[in-house]
């Protein structure tokens, strides 16, 4: 009975260690839904399938399903997490807050979605994440000028936003011409936090409030500084998604109409779709996923990697940069990859030639100064995985016998050591020699 447990046991570590894969096979890549109630999973039918016909398998759980899980013995059972449970006050199963952001810690993708009813759980997740909401909890954003016209919705919360990130990146290529129709909280990012970034954000005149009270203080919120809808990316590439609105995500705002106050142009249908895949698409790393490999270095004529160089010696470093484009990995094509040869402050600082064929590479003499050397690239870009690579080698000064015998600046001294021999030779012979 134990040899069978036992098994058992290895077998589901093996099992559960496929599960995290990486870009370049995204089928059967696990993600675990929790829902606020299982009919989110009908209400958001065109977004849910979006996912599954990309090739994701969704997991769809209750928030406070006592047997969800994030990892068994040690490993991750899922690649992503998508929170649509605005309402959650707690997780069930071993699912906490510190879960959570342990979770993306590891570097794997997650998405919350609040409405104006969220949870302190919920809020304080996003809020680690690098965002701030209003003081109200029942706050909402509210536009008299950029609001979609509708028959339903008089209290101008209904807001029809087109001020999208101008990021080809992150949003892909294809412009997204009808605005996205949006229903709920704001929240703002910290302007010097540069992993947080706007990428769906509200009018100038818009502002927070709760609409169902009195306005009777100025707003905290306003203008174009609330965000509708952020992205972080952190430090260990992973990707998270945070919406103050779940409704942007249904069918019945991918599939409505609008029109924005103040236009004559309708569109037959919003653009919540088209932002929602192409934003997720990014989120799930389909989009603006890099990757470095063949990273070289060598002496000028040589190919073999040297254990440490000399100074003043010329060396060649290389590297191969990819980009993954959803179906394969392609080469990277850019201009501002830089290579610093870093010791305590960088001596060298290059930018690479690139081939447009993957291979980045420069060459340089190494400086004259002898210490412990590391090849460096720090690359970021917006939108971009960053990719940092390090590689250390040490420099030594000249043996004795490698030192050059004649130095063509020290040639005056050298006169004056002959010069100086001469004459004391002449001064001998004259004492010697005369009366």
Same mark, same amino acid.
């Given at each position: ?14 099992s559960t260690h496929s599960f995290s ?33 990309r090739g994701y398998q969704l997991d ?53 979605? #609040?409405?104006?009813? /969220?949870?302190?759980? &919920? *809020? ?5 994440? !690098?965002?701030?909401?209003?003081? =109200? ?95 972080v990316q952190a430090r260990n590439n ?7 609105? #779940?409704?942007?995500? /249904?069918?019945?705002? &991918? *599939? ?5 106050? !103040?236009?004559?142009?309708?569109? =037959? ?167």
């Open positions: 009975m134990a040899k069978i447990i036992t098994i058992f046991t290895l077998l589901l570590l093996i894969l990486s870009p370049e096979n995204p089928k059967n890549r696990r993600i675990l839904v929790l829902v606020d109630e299982l009919v989110i999973k009908f209400s958001h039918s065109i977004f849910f399938n979006s996912l599954q016909s769809f759980h209750l928030f406070d399903d006592p047997n969800i899980y994030l990892q068994r013995y040690g490993q991750y059972a899922y690649d992503g997490l998508i929170i649509f449970a605005p309402n959650a006050d707690r997780f069930g199963g071993s699912i906490n807050q510190a879960a959570v952001l342990e979770f993306v810690d590891s570097g794997r993708d997650l998405i919350v979605a #609040l409405d104006a009813n /969220s949870s302190d759980l &919920i *809020r304080d997740i996003a809020t680690e994440c !690098g965002v701030e909401f209003d003081e =109200d909890p029942a706050a909402m954003v509210v536009d008299h000028t950029s609001y979609a016209l509708s028959k339903t919705e008089g209290d101008h919360t209904l807001i029809a936003s087109d001020h999208f990130i101008g990021s080809d990146v992150i949003l892909g290529s294809k412009k997204i011409e009808a605005p996205v129709l949006f229903r709920g909280i704001g929240h703002t990012i910290n302007p010097s936090n540069s992993l947080v970034l706007q990428v769906l954000s509200a009018s100038p005149a818009s502002y927070s409030v709760n609409p169902a009270s009195k306005l009777l203080n100025a707003p905290t919120l306003t203008g174009s500084r609330i965000s509708l809808v952020s992205v992973a990707r998270i998604l945070i919406s103050g609105s #779940l409704k942007m995500f /249904s069918d019945r705002y &991918i *599939r409505s109409g609008v029109q924005k106050a !103040g236009s004559s142009t309708r569109y =037959d249908k919003s653009g919540n779709e088209q932002f929602v895949t192409e934003l997720t698409k990014w989120i799930f790393h389909e989009r603006g996923y890099l990757k470095a490999v063949n990273v070289r270095h060598n002496k000028v004529g040589l190919t073999d990697e040297p254990s440490m160089y000399t100074v003043t010696d010329n060396l060649e470093y290389s590297v191969e940069i990819y980009e993954w484009s959803g179906v394969n990995w392609e080469p990277y094509v850019a201009d501002d990859v830089q290579l610093q040869f870093f010791m305590m402050s960088p001596y060298v600082l290059k930018t690479l030639s690139t081939n447009k064929k993957g291979l980045y590479h420069t060459s340089f003499k190494v400086p004259d100064v002898y210490g412990v050397f590391q090849f460096k690239v720090e690359y970021q870009r917006l939108g971009y995985t960053s990719l940092s690579l390090s590689k250390q080698i040490p420099v030594r000064p000249y043996r004795h016998n490698e030192f050059e015998r004649f130095i063509a600046a020290a040639y005056p001294y050298y006169g004056a050591c002959f010069s100086m021999m001469a004459g004391f030779f002449a001064l001998t012979l004259v004492h010697l020699y005369s009366k």
